[in-house]
């Protein structure tokens, strides 16, 4: 099932990129949202501030980055 996928991404990231994310399952960001939005609700994990850098490749803007980190 996707939702619980998704969570053991996030989980064995720590903190992760909606866009990655994305991209990994192959699925639109806002249907990325979605599912998100449903870990959110149960308190598993939350956005961060738009500004956050990803400590990835430093491609992107942080403005334009939309990252989750999950909560233990």
Not at 21 to 42: I, N, P, T, Y
């Amino acid at each position: 099932m996707i939702l619980t996928e998704v969570r053991d991404y996030i989980r064995s990231r720590g903190q992760v990129a909606l866009r990655d994310l994305a991209l990994h399952f192959d699925m639109e960001e806002q249907a990325m949202r979605g599912v998100l939005e449903h870990w959110e609700r149960k308190g598993r994990i939350r956005r961060l501030p738009k500004g956050t850098s990803c400590a990835g490749c430093s491609a992107c803007s942080p403005e334009d980055i939309e990252i989750v980190k999950w909560l233990d």
